[in-house]
């Protein structure tokens, strides 16, 4: 069964950090490019990032020079290191398995709320 688990939300003040993890497992993680979407309270859900099966990453325009994504294939996991933060992070964030462009697993979530 594929499981993918988000972990490392919490509240964290304007300009701070947090890292978010989401372990993989029920399939090889390898070959697999993984990404980060959020859906903040009352919109839709906004792609983050994504990393691909070689460790290639590409950024929203909204995160670029904030936001790293990287992936550990031993550890069948999947990071996101955030600073910089700022309100409009706040969101339930995801990370999702892409097959041939479509996200075809996801993780429960985990909220990051960013407040003074």
């Known amino acids: 069964e594929v499981q993918l688990v988000e972990s490392g939300g919490g509240l964290v003040q304007p300009g701070g950090s947090l890292r978010l993890s989401c372990a993989a497992s029920?399939?090889?993680?390898?070959?697999?490019?993984m990404t980060w979407v959020r859906q903040a309270p009352g919109k839709g859900l906004e792609w983050v990032s994504v990393?691909?099966?070689?460790?290639?990453?590409y950024y929203a325009d909204s995160v670029k020079g904030r936001f790293t994504i990287s992936r550990d294939d031993d550890m069948n996991t999947v990071y996101l290191q955030m600073s910089s933060l700022k309100p409009e992070d706040t969101a339930v964030y995801y990370c999702?398995?892409?097959?041939?462009?479509?996200?075809?697993?996801w993780g429960q979530g985990t909220q990051v709320t960013v407040s003074q």
């Open positions: 999702t398995r892409n097959d041939w462009g479509t996200a075809d697993y």
């Open positions: 029920g399939f090889t993680f390898k070959p697999y490019t």
């Open positions: 990393i691909l099966s070689g460790g290639d990453t």
